[in-house]
């Protein structure tokens, strides 16, 4: 989630650049776009970093007609495949739709945490629906095939495990944990493509100005409606417990919920972290060890996310919570 704007959750430090920048150019753009496209059948990532480089390199050169022509692109390629390779159809529909709201997001200075977040649950809710389709022709719905998939994982575990009563009944625990989490796969697919385009948009920006504006993750500061969202997800999972119709589906929005609100919550607490790490004066070693701890603290107990949530209100690197705060939410 990379942003171009410093107080919009992520401060931003200037670092010339060795390279010099130079004018954009649209054919280079759009063939970028298309390697994009091809490449992102192989290695889904960078492709989704070729794609947004080339976005970006016609967003530069033509502005908002650069945006046009990304689409006309990208439709071509879609429909072109649709009658062959639906599914690569889709795939290309859905990396446009990543890669185009982060470059518009980054280039008007709009990639906060409010708007990436908007952004995430968008592509998160298109990639659902697409699955969705194509679960309803094969006469099935989401659910069941990740029902199906879990069955499959749970068996071939029971019987790498040699079998018995205690393989079987974790196997059956870990069922309604599975079924309640499942669409977070989705809001990870999402998050993955959508920093994989910031990271092409990002190099395209530093050639054409030849200035690179990192993040500081260590002045990362949120807004306040993710407390409000844990809050709403946690209320959820409790009321999902009094068996009522349609609990299963609140205990699965829920439980989802809370999952992606938590990435926003554990970048607070690393940025909480990386700046004792830095007011600490660590070396490498001490560098090391201690994001080693603080990954494995938050794996085992959430550490760092309940740090992260009690930082919003103790501040503990003393940000001007007046001007991020406000920004945050535009």
């Given at each position: 989630?990379?942003?171009?704007?410093?107080?919009?959750?992520?401060?931003?430090?200037?670092?010339?650049?060795?390279?010099?920048?130079?004018?954009?150019?649209?054919?280079?753009?759009?063939?970028w776009?298309?390697?994009?496209?091809v490449?992102?059948?192989?290695?889904?990532?960078?492709?989704?970093?070729?794609?947004?480089?080339?976005?970006?390199?016609m967003?530069?050169?033509?502005?908002?007609?650069?945006?046009?022509?990304?689409?006309?692109?990208?439709?071509?390629?879609a429909?072109?495949?649709?009658?062959?390779?639906?599914?690569?159809?889709a795939?290309?529909?859905m990396t446009?739709?990543?890669?185009?709201?982060?470059?518009?997001?980054?280039?008007?200075?709009r990639?906060?945490?409010?708007?990436?977040?908007?952004?995430?649950?968008l592509?998160?809710?298109?990639?659902?629906?697409?699955?969705?389709?194509?679960?309803?022709?094969?006469?099935?719905?989401?659910?069941?095939?990740?029902?199906?998939?879990?069955?499959?994982?749970?068996?071939?575990?029971?019987?790498?495990?040699?079998?018995?009563?205690?393989?079987?009944?974790?196997?059956?625990?870990?069922?309604?944990?599975?079924?309640?989490?499942w669409?977070?796969?989705?809001?990870?697919?999402?998050?993955?493509?959508?920093?994989?385009?910031?990271?092409?948009?990002?190099?395209?920006?530093a050639r054409?100005?030849?200035?690179?504006?990192?993040?500081?993750?260590?002045?990362?500061?949120?807004?306040?409606?993710?407390?409000?969202?844990?809050?709403?997800?946690?209320?959820?999972?409790?009321?999902?417990?009094?068996?009522?119709?349609?609990?299963?589906?609140?205990?699965?929005?829920?439980?989802?919920?809370?999952?992606?609100?938590?990435?926003?919550?554990?970048?607070q607490?690393?940025?909480?972290?990386?700046?004792?790490?830095g007011?600490w004066?660590?070396?490498?070693?001490?560098?090391?060890?201690?994001?080693?701890?603080?990954?494995?603290?938050?794996?085992?107990?959430?550490?760092?996310?309940?740090?992260?949530?009690?930082?919003v209100?103790?501040?503990?690197?003393?940000?001007d919570?007046?001007?991020?705060?406000?920004?945050?939410?535009?």
């Amino acid at each position: 989630m990379v942003n171009e704007e410093s107080g919009t959750g992520i401060d931003r430090t200037s670092i010339p650049s060795p390279m010099r920048g130079r004018d954009p150019r649209l054919l280079s753009g759009m063939v970028w776009l298309a390697l994009g496209f091809v490449a992102g059948t192989m290695v889904p990532f960078f492709g989704v970093v070729m794609t947004a480089y080339g976005m970006r390199e016609m967003v530069e050169a033509q502005g908002n007609k650069g945006f046009l022509l990304a689409a006309a692109v990208a439709a071509i390629i879609a429909v072109g495949s649709a009658v062959a390779v639906p599914a690569y159809a889709a795939m290309v529909a859905m990396t446009f739709a990543s890669v185009a709201g982060t470059v518009w997001l980054m280039r008007t200075h709009r990639a906060n945490v409010t708007g990436v977040s908007v952004l995430v649950v968008l592509l998160t809710l298109m990639n659902l629906g697409v699955e969705a389709g194509f679960a309803m022709m094969a006469g099935t719905t989401v659910s069941e095939v990740y029902q199906s998939m879990f069955g499959a994982m749970s068996d071939g575990v029971v019987e790498a495990a040699g079998g018995g009563v205690q393989a079987e009944l974790m196997a059956r625990q870990l069922e309604p944990l599975f079924m309640a989490i499942w669409p977070f796969v989705y809001v990870v697919s999402s998050v993955s493509d959508v920093l994989a385009a910031a990271i092409g948009s990002f190099l395209m920006g530093a050639r054409t100005t030849g200035v690179a504006r990192m993040p500081v993750i260590a002045r990362f500061d949120m807004p306040l409606w993710p407390v409000a969202v844990l809050a709403l997800s946690v209320l959820g999972l409790g009321a999902s417990a009094a068996g009522f119709p349609g609990s299963q589906a609140v205990l699965t929005v829920s439980a989802t919920v809370l999952l992606s609100v938590r990435i926003i919550f554990v970048l607070q607490g690393f940025g909480v972290v990386l700046h004792l790490m830095g007011r600490w004066r660590l070396g490498c070693f001490g560098r090391t060890a201690l994001t080693v701890l603080s990954i494995w603290l938050e794996t085992m107990f959430f550490f760092v996310s309940i740090v992260g949530l009690i930082d919003v209100w103790a501040n503990f690197r003393k940000l001007d919570r007046g001007s991020s705060h406000a920004q945050a939410n535009s």
